[in-house]
């Protein structure tokens, strides 16, 4: 019996209904050490902010987390687990949490066994280290991690590591029991489309969740009704970096979404009239213009200004802004102000941070 039995049918719900997912960031000291008390100050900010979901221990936290000399993918684990339980007590929304998982099979199923102890909910599966794998080897490795947790798949671009995969093998992917979301973050229109056939071609569409990681594309994927295999499909919510800033506004965003699908379309026109605005910052924090080496150090900007994190160091001194992103990131905030939450997190700041 797979995995999939102990998903939450709450979670499940939500995940189908649709919720904002933050790729949540690593939180470092100057001597890049983990910072816990600004790590759970995200947290926080991410919780009160109104996602209903975080994702921990994905690209955006740093893969070098998994380092033996760094050690820190169970500790931040733990720290999201713990300032979100605190958050549900207190009388919040539950908070669908989704851990990375990556690696050949053994070392993605001791994630798996680690994440589900820590209390999560979902595996973000990266196939990423099985770069020559056939389609019924990585099958076979989903299987096997699907077999600890509860899976969300995931289709990372490859231009940052991830690789093609065919819609056959994603119509297979969906067949396993145990699989509840996937994130779709190819940036790429053809290989986003070859997803949704597949779930449709699955049988399983009214099951799986689709999940937008689409960074180039947020509202475009989420406004649009994909009428596929006769089945109407619908990306639910977004798993997405640019959701570990300006959360409020992301939050917001969705539910203007979601009220205009209600609505049968109805103010379509003015929310798709924010997508180059968002494409645009999102070109800037993610430093596309370098092939994204900058991604985590401009989202890192962001959060610095706003006081949530001391800095924007990463885990690899060598890592940081490329030359000319921060005159970006200064030209996209100054000219799409509506994007920022300022406000709403100088509110809250102190609170985070007690």
């Not at 902010?49 to 690209?59: D, K, L, W, Y």
């Not at 995931?154 to 145990?178: D, K, N, T």
């Not at 596309?288 to 885990?315: D, P, S, Y």
Request: aromatic share 8%.
């Amino acid at each position: 019996m797979g995995s999939s039995d102990r998903l939450d049918p709450a979670v499940a719900q939500a995940l189908r209904r649709g919720v904002a997912i933050p790729a949540h960031p690593l939180a470092l000291t100057a001597q890049r050490k983990l910072d816990e008390r600004r790590q759970v100050a995200l947290t926080r900010y991410y919780c009160d902010a109104g996602a209903g979901g975080v994702a921990v221990g994905v690209h955006t936290t740093q893969f070098a987390i998994r380092d033996p000399r760094v050690g820190l993918y169970a500790p931040v684990l733990k720290l999201a687990a713990g300032a979100i339980a605190e958050f549900e007590r207190a009388g919040g929304r539950r908070i669908v949490r989704v851990a990375g998982v990556c690696g050949a099979t053994v070392q993605a199923v001791r994630e798996a066994e680690a994440a589900r102890d820590a209390g999560y909910h979902l595996g973000l599966l990266s196939l990423a280290a099985l770069p020559d794998a056939s389609d019924s080897e990585l099958l076979a490795h989903c299987r096997a991690v699907a077999e600890t947790i509860p899976v969300c798949g995931f289709y990372l671009q490859p231009s940052v590591g991830g690789r093609l995969l065919s819609y056959e093998f994603w119509r297979e992917f969906c067949r396993i029991p145990a699989v509840a979301a996937i994130k779709v973050a190819p940036f790429n229109r053809y290989q986003t489309l070859d997803v949704v056939r597949a779930v449709a071609g699955s049988g399983r569409a009214g099951e799986i969740a689709l999940y937008t990681g689409n960074d180039d594309n947020i509202i475009a994927d989420l406004l649009t009704e994909f009428r596929v295999m006769g089945q109407r499909l619908h990306f639910s919510g977004g798993l997405l970096g640019q959701w570990a800033v300006w959360t409020r506004r992301a939050v917001q965003l969705l539910e203007a979404v979601r009220a205009c699908r209600d609505a049968a379309g109805e103010g379509a026109a003015e929310i798709l009239a924010g997508a180059a605005a968002l494409t645009d910052a999102n070109g800037a924090l993610f430093d596309a213009r370098n092939g994204f080496a900058g991604c985590i150090a401009g989202l890192h900007e962001i959060l610095r200004r706003q006081g949530l994190l001391e800095g924007r160091w990463c885990l690899d001194p060598a890592e940081d802004l490329s030359a000319g992103q921060l005159e970006e990131i200064d030209r996209v905030c100054a000219s799409y102000p509506e994007l920022g939450d300022d406000e709403f997190v100088r509110e809250h700041l102190d609170c985070w941070l007690g």
